[in-house]
């Protein structure tokens, strides 16, 4: 399995920083790669975690388009939804892009095993994803890596809830909005991303609940496809 890291542009020394210990100057985040180079890279293993003086794997940045899945669980809130605040908790498999300058996106989005954290859904949970697809880009934020979610459609990206009520009523929710995400390394090599609280305030419009009444939270992680590097970093 080939593995996803993140990192910043323009920390140079012998050994990657966590992006908890980026320098605030870092200008932009960027994907790269742990590739095999043979002969003078700065890491003896394939998780480019190990500094060396005369290593056999080397970070490249990502040049070319690189398909990625990624997975996480996540709750869906109107908090403005008729008869009060509802919530959906969902798994997520995500599958989309990772490419040169940051750049990244999201082609498909499929949620399972909804049920109901609170509100008027009571059974039959389903969230479709709207406005696909959904591009991506890394930013630094302080001291934070974050990856924005846009959509060139009218809304922005965003999704569908449908749910039955009083045991036989359908009732149908949407939320839409842009959104970021809070992005981190991890010790076995993928990407971990969190809809944080920064993500909680970027609230979205809902049709029940209107205007701020979206929101997002939860957790996953990215995973790189291909066959081409054992992971992906930002730097």
Same mark, same amino acid.
């Given at each position: 399995?080939?593995?996803?890291?993140?990192?910043?542009?323009?920390?140079?020394?012998?050994?990657?920083?966590?992006?908890?210990?980026?320098?605030?100057?870092?200008?932009?985040?960027?994907?790269?790669?742990?590739?095999?180079?043979?002969?003078?890279?700065?890491?003896?293993? @394939?998780?480019?975690?190990?500094?060396?003086?005369?290593?056999?794997?080397?970070?490249?940045?990502?040049?070319?388009?690189?398909?990625?899945?990624?997975?996480?669980?996540?709750?869906?809130?109107?908090?403005?939804?008729?008869?009060?605040?509802?919530?959906?908790?969902?798994?997520?498999?995500?599958?989309?892009?990772?490419? @040169?300058?940051?750049?990244?996106?999201?082609?498909?989005?499929?949620?399972?095993?909804?049920?109901?954290?609170?509100?008027?859904?009571?059974?039959?949970?389903?969230?479709?994803?709207?406005?696909?697809?959904?591009?991506?880009?890394?930013?630094?934020?302080?001291?934070?890596?974050?990856?924005?979610?846009?959509?060139?459609?009218?809304?922005?990206?965003?999704?569908?809830?449908?749910?039955?009520?009083?045991?036989?009523?359908?009732?149908?929710?949407?939320?839409?909005?842009?959104?970021?995400?809070?992005?981190?390394?991890?010790?076995?090599?993928?990407?971990?991303?969190?809809?944080?609280?920064?993500?909680?305030?970027?609230?979205?419009?809902?049709?029940?609940?209107?205007?701020?009444?979206?929101?997002?939270?939860?957790?996953?992680?990215?995973?790189?496809?291909?066959?081409?590097?054992?992971?992906?970093?930002?730097?």
């Amino acid at each position: 399995m080939k593995h996803l890291k993140i990192a910043c542009g323009l920390v140079v020394i012998a050994g990657l920083m966590a992006v908890a210990a980026m320098p605030a100057i870092a200008a932009n985040a960027r994907w790269e790669q742990c590739k095999n180079v043979g002969t003078g890279g700065h890491w003896s293993n @394939a998780l480019c975690s190990k500094p060396t003086t005369n290593g056999a794997w080397e970070t490249k940045e990502v040049t070319e388009t690189e398909e990625v899945t990624s997975s996480d669980e996540v709750e869906l809130t109107d908090t403005k939804a008729t008869g009060g605040s509802s919530t959906i908790r969902c798994k997520r498999i995500d599958r989309g892009w990772i490419g @040169a300058n940051g750049g990244d996106g999201e082609t498909e989005v499929r949620a399972t095993g909804c049920v109901r954290v609170e509100g008027l859904c009571e059974s039959n949970a389903t969230i479709i994803s709207i406005n696909l697809p959904w591009y991506t880009q890394l930013a630094i934020s302080g001291s934070e890596i974050r990856d924005t979610i846009r959509s060139a459609a009218a809304g922005g990206p965003g999704f569908k809830v449908e749910c039955v009520t009083g045991g036989i009523f359908k009732i149908a929710d949407e939320c839409t909005g842009g959104i970021s995400t809070k992005m981190t390394n991890s010790s076995d090599g993928n990407v971990q991303v969190e809809y944080d609280t920064v993500s909680e305030g970027e609230s979205g419009t809902c049709k029940l609940g209107g205007v701020g009444s979206g929101r997002v939270r939860g957790h996953g992680h990215i995973q790189q496809r291909k066959e081409v590097a054992t992971y992906v970093n930002i730097r």
